[in-house]
């Protein structure tokens, strides 16, 4: 007999400090990318805005 249950084929090892760093910093350097994008996005709304309300002055 065990002492414990058999571990889950899915189950993950508990995270160490190394690799929740190593989590964070992915998190992180994602969470920059897409604000990144989403503001070039804006900016591109931004400015096709403006070309089409410049162009209608015309």
Known sequence: ????????PW???AP???T???VRSR?????IAMALLLGA????IFL???AKITAGMK
């Open 48 to 50: 096709v805005s403006i």
């Open 11 to 13: 189950q993950q090892p």
């Open 27 to 31: 998190q992180r350097g994602r969470s």
């Open 20 to 22: 929740s760093d190593v």
């Open 41 to 44: 996005l804006v900016v591109l």
């Open 16 to 18: 160490t400090a190394d």
């Open 1 to 8: 007999m065990t002492d414990g249950p058999d571990p889950s």
